[in-house]
C-alpha cells in the first residue's frame, strides 16, 4: 500500500496564499481564532476565506483555551471545520461539541504521551508540537525521539518544520500529517509560495522513499 503523509498549512491569512496551497497539494488549510498570534483572524474572515476551499480540503480552526461560546461560533460559521485544540483544555472541554478535533500536545522530556493520549480517546488526532513559553511551537523543532511507537491516535507532526527537515520528520516518526506554518514564511501571517511548494514536494520525497523502501 502506498503511503500518503497528508499536509497541513497553518496560519493562512490572505486569499493568494490559501489558493497557492490548494494548489499545491494541502490536504487541510489552518486558521488561527486566538487573538494573541499574529496570524489570528476573526471568525469572519475564516469564514470567506473557508468558502474558497474546493471540496476534500478541510479547514481547520484553532483555538487557545478559547469561550465555548467563540468555539460554536465558529462551527456555525464554518460547519465543516475541524478543531484544533492547543491550549489547556480538558477532555470534556474538547469533546463537548461533538465535533471532530484535534488536540495539540506539548511534547517535552516529562510529558507521557500514550498516558495523553489515552485521556483524549474522543480526538480525531493528535498533533505534537514543541514546548515553548506560551502556546504554539513558536517555529521550533523539538525531538522526534520522544515519539513513542504505537500512538494510539493518529499523528500530526507540528513544530519547526520546513522543507529542509521535513522528509527526515516523516521517515523518523511516520506521522498521518505534517503541520507547517512559520516554515513557509516570508514574513508572520504571509505565506511564501515557493517555500510552500517545496514543503509539499519534500513530503511527497519522504513518501516515496517510504514506499521504495518497503518493496
Request: aromatic share 6%.
Amino acid at each position: 500500500m502506498t503511503t500518503r503523509t497528508r499536509i497541513k498549512i497553518c496560519g493562512l491569512t490572505r486569499e493568494a496564499d490559501l489558493d497557492t496551497a490548494v494548489e499545491c497539494g494541502a490536504d487541510a488549510i489552518g486558521f488561527v481564532l486566538y487573538e494573541r498570534s499574529p496570524r489570528a483572524i476573526s471568525i469572519a474572515r475564516a469564514a470567506e476565506l473557508a468558502r474558497r476551499l474546493p471540496p476534500f480540503v478541510t479547514p481547520v480552526a484553532l483555538f487557545v483555551n478559547a469561550a465555548p461560546e467563540q468555539v460554536q461560533a465558529l462551527l456555525e460559521a464554518v460547519p465543516n471545520a475541524l478543531l484544533q485544540f492547543h491550549g489547556d483544555e480538558a477532555p470534556a472541554e474538547c469533546a463537548r461539541y461533538g465535533h471532530p478535533y484535534l488536540r495539540a500536545a506539548r511534547m517535552a522530556a516529562g510529558l507521557a504521551l500514550l498516558d495523553f493520549a489515552s485521556s483524549y480517546t474522543s480526538a480525531a488526532g493528535l498533533l505534537l508540537d514543541a514546548h515553548v513559553e506560551g502556546y504554539g511551537g513558536g517555529g521550533k523543532a523539538f525531538d522526534w525521539s520522544l515519539v513513542p511507537h504505537h500512538v494510539p491516535l493518529p499523528v500530526v507532526l507540528s513544530g519547526g518544520l520546513n522543507p529542509a527537515n521535513v522528509i527526515d520528520g516523516i521517515l523518523h516518526v511516520r506521522p498521518w500529517a505534517v503541520d507547517v506554518s512559520s516554515g513557509v514564511e516570508s514574513a508572520k501571517g504571509i505565506k511564501d509560495a515557493v517555500l510552500m511548494r517545496r514543503f509539499c514536494e519534500a513530503v511527497r520525497e519522504a513518501d516515496a522513499r517510504i514506499a521504495d523502501a518497503a518493496d
